[in-house]
């Protein structure tokens, strides 16, 4: 096992709001791991510091025993880190095949020749299962369709990292279990999965480490069941037990 | 389904329509000559800004820009003695290269301030072009060396309406295409999935540029004689911006039957209701704003026909390959 993501003291300001601050993990290769904590506690800003999409303060991203911070987000794409979106960002007037085909066409190392580009969109369309869908445009799409496109034009990019972020939020519990086993799937194909999860259930279920934030700080990093059994973390999400203990006092 | 059709059809369209411009000459008389000569030059505006203002969602208000400053280029290469030919390619050169330089401060702007930067680039022409006096004449205008080049003229611009129209094609069926397509929809998700958004969109305005300077030229050609509002007035700026709304932005067709049906109207206004002709058309621009967002070609009568002749607004990438 190689590490192939490793973040180095991360820190983002934006004006006087830390949104990160020293951030240091490392993700082993094949691995799926978690990124959990209360709302605004930074994981999106964390993502789109390793995607690329906003530059760290300071703090440097290492990708492949190589430097990615810096770089715009269409490099970072095209060696492999893939991304969705929390509030899903499909080409609304594009059909949901030519979605695709953007991550094929240019989210690539190396560009497909163009005869074959359809059929390799098609694939990935069909592993989410939205074959019969393809001439849809994708604003037509249903949430839970717009999600697995988001995932299939990431997966369309070859990507050695994939970001997921919430994709289960909002789905119901039928939906969250075929899309736990696409992403076990991404995983048997050798791609190495960070997700952001508010739905613990999942993250219990699929991820190998967990770390959690809390206004921009990790404050726990384990496997699943250490971090929920931690006092930090339950203390993150449902505040300190002062008010009981001033009452047994 | 009819995926043969699709890819046969447009290229006999094509065919027949540049034969009956071809032919026309020997029939009609020279004001319909004159007549399509202005509609050729608007549909090639109209259909060249589409490029940037329809696929890839950039509200250009400036393009009439590279249409005079081809014209003017065009007029003094040719007021310099050199032919016809070399006056075109140093138009389409000069407005090209200045199209390539002015994307990069202009696309750091998006949506209305794009829109009013570029509405800005054409005042700041129109004030060059009056001031500076030794090259184009001032206030003045410019005249090119005189003779009546109308037929010449006439086929030149039927032929860069319909390359225009062509390219615009072939554009929306590449996979440069379809990012613009992407750009146009979500910038920031085409540039995390690996489009060079900054590169692609200079090369668009790039490609917008180079029909609508050369039009500018064989224009100057034409008529012999161009002034500063002449090719930097409003008219010629928002008339292409009118057009290709009105047809429907972002569809090859909108272009086309917007530049028809305006210049038509227009025409038709002109002649019949002599001194009513403006408000009618204004209440015309309003009423169809009002109950065609969209543009004609999505409106419910035309839709169905233009996407069964596959040249609807789908850019049938994949079907293509």
């Known amino acids: 096992m190689s590490t192939v993501l490793e973040c180095q003291g991360i820190y983002r300001f934006f004006g006087g709001l830390q949104a990160l601050q020293a951030i240091d993990f490392s993700v082993e290769q094949g691995d799926i791991v978690g990124v959990i904590g209360p709302n605004g506690a930074g994981k999106t800003t964390l993502f789109n510091v390793i995607s690329g999409a906003i530059r760290p303060s300071s703090g440097r991203v290492i990708f492949q025993g190589r430097r990615i911070s810096g770089y715009g987000p269409h490099r970072i794409c095209t060696w492999g880190i893939a991304r969705t979106y929390q509030l899903v960002r499909p080409f609304a007037s594009l059909t949901a095949l030519e979605n695709v085909l953007m991550g094929v066409c240019f989210g690539r190392s190396r560009h497909p020749p163009r005869k074959e580009r359809a059929h390799l969109a098609m694939a990935e369309l069909e592993f989410v299962g939205l074959g019969d869908k393809a001439h849809e445009p994708a604003e037509d799409l249903t949430l839970v369709q717009k999600k697995s496109l988001e995932i299939a034009r990431a997966m369309a990019t070859e990507p050695k990292i994939l970001l997921l972020d919430e994709v289960v939020s909002g789905l119901t519990p039928t939906e969250t279990a075929t899309l736990i086993d696409k992403i076990r799937e991404i995983q048997a194909r050798g791609i190495t999965v960070i997700m952001i999860e508010h739905v613990l259930k999942v993250v219990m279920e699929l991820c190998k480490s967990v770390m959690v934030l809390h206004y921009g700080l990790k404050i726990a990093e384990g496997s699943p069941s250490e971090v929920v059994h931690d006092p930090e973390v339950i203390k993150a999400y449902l505040g300190d037990r002062q008010g009981s203990e001033e009452n047994s006092a | ?321």
Request: hydrophobic share 50%.
């Open chain 2, 1 to 321: 389904m009819n995926t043969g059709s699709r890819t046969v059809l447009p290229p006999i369209a094509v065919l027949c329509v540049a034969g009956i411009l071809c032919a026309l000459p020997r029939f009609v008389g020279s004001y319909v000559l004159v007549w399509i000569f202005l509609l050729a030059v608007y549909l090639t505006l109209a259909a060249s800004y589409d490029i940037v203002g329809g696929y890839m969602g950039y509200m250009n208000l400036g393009h009439s820009t590279f249409f005079g400053l081809g014209a003017y280029a065009t007029a003094i290469t040719l007021n310099m003695g050199y032919p016809l030919g070399m006056a075109l390619i140093a138009g389409v050169a000069i407005s090209a290269v200045f199209a390539g330089l002015v994307s990069y401060p202009l696309f750091r702007l998006r949506g209305a301030y794009f829109a009013l930067g570029t509405f800005g680039l054409i005042s700041l022409m129109e004030v060059l072009s009056n001031n500076l006096r030794g090259l184009t004449g001032g206030s003045g205008g410019i005249s090119t060396p005189t003779g009546d080049h109308s037929l010449e003229s006439y086929y030149l611009a039927v032929i860069t309406a319909i390359a225009t129209l062509v390219m615009s094609y072939l554009l929306a069926r590449s996979t440069f295409g379809l990012a613009l397509f992407a750009i146009r929809e979500d910038e920031e998700v085409a540039r995390a999935f690996g489009t060079p958004t900054a590169l692609y969109k200079s090369l668009a305005l790039v490609i917008a540029s180079i029909p609508a300077s050369l039009i500018g030229g064989i224009y100057v050609w034409n008529v012999t004689y161009i002034s500063p509002p002449a090719v930097f007035g409003l008219e010629i700026a928002l008339s292409p911006v009118v057009m290709a709304m009105l047809g429907g932005t972002g569809t090859l067709m909108g272009p086309f039957i917007g530049a028809i049906s305006l210049t038509s109207v227009q025409e038709i206004l002109w002649t019949k209701l002599p001194y009513f002709h403006l408000t009618t058309y204004g209440v015309m621009m309003v009423l169809i704003g009002l109950f065609m967002p969209g543009g004609l070609v999505r409106s419910r009568w035309l839709k169905p026909l233009i996407d069964r002749v596959g040249l609807g607004e789908k850019t049938h990438y994949a079907n293509v390959s």
